[in-house]
T-cell receptor, first 113, second 114 residues
Framework: DQQVKQNSPSLSVQEGRISILNCDYT??????FLWYKKYPAEGPTFLIS?????DKNEDGRFTVFLNKSAKHLSLHIVPSQPGDSAVYFC????????????FGQGTELSVKP | NAGVMQNPRHLVRRRGQEARLRCSPM?????VYWYRQLPEEGLKFMVY????????ESGMPKERFSAEFPKEGPSILRIQQVVRGDSAAYFC????????????FGQGTRLTVV
C-alpha cells in the first residue's frame, strides 16, 4: 500500500547537466507536494514545494512540475552541482491531515565533476 | 533563529530499557510531527501533536510507544522496553500552521538497541 513511489533508487548526472527526479502517487487527496534533500546522518532539508492547484513552481535552479492527471511530479535541477549529491525525497501532504507527510523511498543523486 | 532541536543525537539502549527522545520545535511553531526511518527505508509518519494534544497517532505502534507535547517544554517520544527492531533514526519536524506548506526537520536521534 505504497501511496508515493520514487522508482529510481539512484541517479548519476554530470556536473552542469540537468537532474530529473521523478515521483508517482496514487492518492488524489494530496494538497501540497514537497521535496526534501537529505545528507547522511542529517535531517531532511526542505527544498521546494508545489500546491495541488499549480502545475509548476520554480526557485532558482530548482523547478517542480506537477501533472495531476498522471499523478506524477518531477523535480528538475539545472545546472546540477556536486553539492547537490544527496538523497531526495518526495513528500506529499494529504488534505485536512494537519501537515502530515507521506514520504517516498528516496532517490540518491550523485553529481559527478 | 534556532531550528528544530533534537536530543540526544545518538542514544544506545539495552533491550528492555526505556528510550526518551526530545524535540524542541522552531520558535513560533506549535505543530510537531515525529517520523521514523528504518535502515534502507524512507521516513514513516508516527504522530502529530499540538500543545497538550495528540492530533493524529495513526503511525504509532500500538504498544510501548507514546508521545506528548506539554504546555511547557519539548515534545517527548517515549519507547518503553525497547527491542532491536526499534533501532532507527527518529526525526522530529515542526510547522507553524499545521498545513502541508512546509515542515522543518531536526537532525534526528539515532537509536541503537543492543
Amino acid at each position: 500500500d505504497q501511496q508515493v513511489k520514487q522508482n529510481s533508487p539512484s541517479l548519476s548526472v554530470q556536473e552542469g547537466r540537468i537532474s530529473i527526479l521523478n515521483c508517482d502517487y496514487t492518492n488524489s487527496m494530496f494538497d501540497y507536494f514537497l521535496w526534501y534533500k537529505k545528507y547522511p546522518a542529517e535531517g531532511p532539508t526542505f527544498l521546494i514545494s508545489i500546491s495541488s492547484i499549480k502545475d509548476k513552481n520554480e526557485d532558482g535552479r530548482f523547478t517542480v512540475f506537477l501533472n495531476k492527471s498522471a499523478k506524477h511530479l518531477s523535480l528538475h535541477i539545472v545546472p546540477s552541482q556536486p553539492g547537490d549529491s544527496a538523497v531526495y525525497f518526495c513528500a506529499p501532504s494529504p488534505y485536512n491531515q494537519g501537515g502530515k507527510l507521506i514520504f517516498g523511498q528516496g532517490t540518491e543523486l550523485s553529481v559527478k565533476p | 533563529n534556532a531550528g528544530v532541536m533534537q536530543n540526544p543525537r545518538h542514544l544506545v539502549r539495552r533491550r528492555g530499557q526505556e528510550a526518551r527522545l526530545r524535540c524542541s520545535p522552531m520558535k513560533g511553531h506549535s505543530h510537531v510531527y515525529w517520523y521514523r526511518q528504518l535502515p534502507e527505508e524512507g521516513l514513516k509518519f508516527m504522530v502529530y501533536l499540538q500543545k497538550e494534544n495528540i492530533i493524529d497517532e495513526s503511525g504509532m505502534p500500538k504498544e510501548r510507544f507514546s508521545a506528548e507535547f506539554p504546555k511547557e517544554g519539548p515534545s517527548i517520544l517515549r519507547i518503553q522496553q525497547v527491542v532491536r527492531g526499534d533501532s532507527a533514526a527518529y526525526f522530529c519536524a515542526s510547522s507553524e500552521a499545521g498545513t502541508g506548506a512546509g515542515a522543518f526537520f531536526g537532525q534526528g536521534t539515532r537509536l541503537t538497541v543492543v
